[in-house]
C-alpha cells in the first residue's frame, strides 16, 4: 500500500498555523510542529497531528520550516537530514539571507534531499485562507514534491529560479519596502497628529490618495485603534531589516531608507516595544514629537 502524502509544519506562529490548517483542510496528512503547546492545541483542536520531529520525520514527503530566523532554521534542518527519506523535500519559509539559502540547499542535497527556497509573504490572514505568496526557488523536482502542499497554501508560487538563492533575495527586497512602509506609516500618522489632524482621518483620507500604500492601508487601523496586538512583531523587522542593512553592506550598496527604518524598529524595542505589533514603531515617533496617540 502506498502511504498517503505527509507534510510537517515547524513553527506554527502567525503564518504557519494557518498554513498547516490549510494543509489539514485539503485532506493532506498533516503534522504541527511549535515549542509552544497552546499553538500545538491549536492546531489539534481541529483534528492535526502532532509529534516529535524525531519521532515523524521519516514518514514526511516536505518539512516546511516557519521559523523567525535563520539560526531556527539550521538547527531544524540539521535535526532532519539524516532522518527524512531520500527524495522528499524541506521548503525554509523564514527570512534568510541568499547565501544561507545555498548553503542549506548544500547541507540537504548531501543527504539526498530535494530543498526549495521558499519565503512567504501575505500575513496571518492570508495564510489562514491559504492565500499566501511563495517566492521560491529550486529544482523542478523540489517543486514537484512539494506542489500538493503548496497547492493548499498558496494562492501564488513564483518559481524564481532552479537553484536556492533568488527566493530569499527577492523576500529581502520585499522586506526592505516592507519595514520602510511600516515605518513611512508611523511617521505620516504621528505627523498628522502634531498638525491636528486624528489619526482615522488622516487613514480615511489617505488611503483613497496617492500616497497610500498596502502597509498604510493594513497597519495604519492598528495606530487609529490603539491596537498593538502582534500579527507582525517589532521584533521581526529588528531583525529583518538588519539583514536588509547587512546585505546592503556586503554589496557596498547604499541603502539610507533601510538604515532610517532600521534605528526606528530598534528603538522601538529597546523602549520595549519588541513584541507588540510592528505598528509599535509609531510609539518612538510620538515619543520624540511631543504627540499622543490613541
Known amino acids: ?119 512567504i509573504s501575505g500575513g496571518s490572514v492570508k495564510a489562514a485562507a491559504g492565500n499566501i505568496t511563495v517566492l521560491a526557488a529550486g529544482r523542478p523536482d523540489a517543486f514537484a514534491k512539494a506542489q500538493t502542499a503548496l497547492d493548499a497554501m498558496a494562492e501564488k508560487v513564483f518559481t524564481l529560479g532552479d537553484t536556492a538563492g533568488p527566493g530569499s533575495a527577492l523576500k529581502v527586497v520585499n522586506q526592505l519596502l516592507a519595514g520602510v512602509h511600516i515605518a513611512a506609516t508611523a511617521e505620516a500618522m504621528t505627523f498628522g497628529l502634531s498638525q491636528g489632524i486624528a489619526p482615522q482621518t488622516t487613514l480615511d483620507v489617505i488611503s483613497q490618495c496617492a500616497g497610500t500604500s498596502w502597509m498604510f492601508e493594513n497597519r495604519g487601523p492598528h495606530i487609529a485603534e490603539g491596537d498593538y496586538t502582534p500579527h507582525s512583531a517589532v521584533d521581526i523587522f529588528v531583525k529583518d531589516m538588519g539583514i536588509v542593512c547587512d546585505i546592503a553592506a556586503e554589496a557596498n550598496f547604499p541603502a539610507p531608507l533601510s538604515a532610517t527604518a532600521l534605528e526606528q524598529f530598534s528603538a522601538a524595542a529597546k523602549a520595549g516595544h519588541g513584541s507588540e505589533d510592528d505598528a509599535a514603531v509609531a510609539k518612538i515617533y510620538a515619543k520624540n514629537g511631543n504627540v499622543e496617540l490613541p
Open 1 to 119: 500500500m502506498t502511504s498517503p502524502y505527509t507534510i510537517a509544519v515547524a513553527g506554527l506562529g502567525s503564518m504557519g498555523l494557518g498554513m498547516a490548517n490549510s494543509s489539514h483542510r485539503a485532506n493532506i496528512k498533516t503534522y504541527g510542529i511549535d515549542v509552544n503547546p497552546q499553538q500545538i492545541e491549536k492546531f489539534t483542536s481541529i483534528g492535526g497531528l502532532t509529534g516529535q520531529l524525531p519521532n515523524i520525520a521519516g514518514e514526511l514527503d516536505c518539512l516546511f520550516i516557519v521559523v523567525v530566523n535563520a539560526a531556527q532554521t539550521k538547527t531544524i534542518i540539521e535535526q532532519s537530514v539524516n532522518l527524512m527519506k531520500k527524495g522528499s523535500v524541506i521548503i525554509s519559509c523564514a527570512t534568510v539571507s541568499p547565501d544561507f539559502a545555498r548553503q542549506m540547499q548544500t547541507l540537504c542535497e548531501a543527504h539526498d534531499l530535494l530543498y526549495l527556497d521558499a519565503p
